[in-house]
T-cell receptor, first 115, second 112 residues
Framework: DAKTTQPPSMDCAEGRAANLPCNHSTISGNEYVYWYRQIHSQGPQYIIHGLKNNETNEMASLIITEDRKSSTLILPHATLRDTAVYYCIACDLNAGGTSYGKLTFGQGTILTVHP | SQTIHQWPATLVQPVGSPLSLECTVEGTSNPNLYWYRQAAGRGLQLLFYSVGIGQISSEVPQNLSASRPQDRQFILSSKKLLLSDSGFYLC???????????FGNGTRLTVT
């Protein structure tokens, strides 16, 4: 898996957009960028993933730079329930061998949404 | 839509006792299934994965074992728990390829 770097913490006002950055400068061509979040005492929740193109779903948008060395997760209208640890992962889940299906979570970004 | 169920949510077991955690997936067939463990303040550790009934791959030699008796059922077991087995156990599924993993709500195991 490519190493990812995220800020340890971020704050955001409720109703504003939360932009969470992630650096993955050593990402390889077959590795996707996945975003998960984890609220205390719950299992990680899948948010979004992408390879090259920007992606959007009902939860968030994912912006991947053209060189794929970094990405930004955008929560367009943050709510208090979005307070969680957000993990950015760059990996090829289909790599086989010891990498098959293995998600490696780093320290992530603690996002705190304030009223 | 697909859902994943894990139980129990919390469990306190004495050292040396057996363990059985169950995970089932609904709304899909032939999923890839995974058991992860998350120790307090640490990242996820992949324990086992399965691509089909009876097919189990172990990532880490340990005191645990896994079985897949049915297509959508994945069981994590131990014959004798150790203190070091305490942690947050997560079951996950995926369609395979590069489709994302979806996690259950986990079982918090405390071995005393």
């Amino acid at each position: 898996d490519a190493k990812t770097t995220q800020p340890p913490s971020m704050d955001c006002a409720e109703g504003r957009a939360a932009n969470l950055p992630c650096n993955h400068s050593t990402i390889s061509g077959n590795e996707y960028v996945y975003w998960y979040r984890q609220i205390h005492s719950q299992g990680p929740q899948y948010i979004i993933h992408g390879l090259k193109n920007n992606e959007t779903n009902e939860m968030a948008s994912l912006i991947i730079t053209e060189d794929r060395k970094s990405s930004t997760l955008i929560l367009p209208h943050a709510t208090l329930r979005d307070t969680a640890v957000y993990y950015c992962i760059a990996c090829d889940l289909n790599a086989g061998g010891t990498s098959y299906g293995k998600l490696t979570f780093g320290q992530g970004t603690i996002l705190t949404v304030h009223p | 839509s697909q859902t994943i169920h894990q139980w129990p949510a919390t469990l306190v077991q004495p050292v040396g006792s057996p363990l059985s955690l169950e995970c089932t997936v609904e709304g899909t067939s032939n999923p890839n299934l995974y058991w992860y463990r998350q120790a307090a303040g640490r990242g996820l550790q992949l324990l086992f994965y399965s691509v089909g009934i009876g097919q189990i791959s172990s990532e880490v030699p340990q005191n645990l074992s896994a079985s897949r008796p049915q297509d959508r059922q994945f069981i994590l077991s131990s014959k004798k728990l150790l203190l070091s087995d305490s942690g947050f156990y997560l079951c996950a599924w995926t369609f395979g390829s590069n489709s994302p993993l979806h996690f259950g709500n986990g079982t918090r195991l405390t071995v005393t």
